[in-house]
């Protein structure tokens, strides 16, 4: 197995949904502390991997804007977060994808570490962030060579990465210690409780 080390990994900010609970609008850029939750994402992210794609299905000029190569869904029909993935897979030239929502802007800073570790030790193909008992499917470590597995799986109606990542060798990384590091924003009121709270974390 390849180690897992940061210049050999990419990451793919997931930000190509529709944002139905948020009323429609482009949740990735979203105002969050006066900036998009794309942003805080970014600055967390980037510094653990050697390179960063952001998948997005709208406002491609302004996501390109942040200096990283943007990817649309190559599958038709809003087909989540797999479509976003496959995309993903289907550009990285790296030999892992580290995959985040654009919705989550407070992400661990050892993110990454954590799951290459993770990763190593069990062998696996996919490595996910998990908390107590919560799996959190869209924050995962993937070997990119399992593209054909997940086309095969898509092309065959999946839809739920829970479904696709339990078809593979996958491991599950505790993240006990910092369950508030996954915390999304799906809705207006969630941003604003946000927008209200203490958001330096």
């Known amino acids: 197995m390849i180690p897992p080390t940061p210049e050999r990994i990419t990451g793919l900010v997931l930000a190509g949904g529709l944002g139905r609970r948020m009323g429609g609008v482009d949740k990735g850029l979203s ?6 939750l794309v942003e805080h994402i970014i600055r967390r992210l980037a510094p653990q991997v050697g ?38 897979l289907a550009a990285c030239t790296t030999p892992y994808l580290l995959t985040v929502p654009c919705d989550s802007p407070f992400l661990p800073a050892d993110l990454v570490s954590r799951l290459a570790a993770c990763l190593t030790a069990h062998k696996a193909s996919i490595a996910v962030a998990r908390t107590g008992e919560q799996l959190h499917p ?8 399992e593209l054909p597995e997940l086309q095969a799986f898509i092309n065959a109606g999946g839809r739920r990465m829970e479904a696709w990542l339990r078809r593979l060798c996958w491991a599950p990384c505790p993240f006990d210690d910092c369950p508030e590091a996954f915390a999304n924003i799906n809705t207006p009121d969630e941003l604003r409780a946000h927008q209200a709270g203490d958001t330096a974390r």
């Open 138 to 145: 869209v924050f995962s470590l993937i070997r990119s060579d």
């Open 51 to 88: 390179q960063l794609i952001i998948n997005a299905n709208q406002n491609h000029d302004i996501y390109a804007g942040f200096g990283y190569p943007v990817v649309g869904d190559r599958i038709e029909g809003h087909a989540g977060p797999l479509a976003g993935l496959e995309a993903g």
């Open 31 to 36: 105002l969050l502390g006066g900036e998009p």
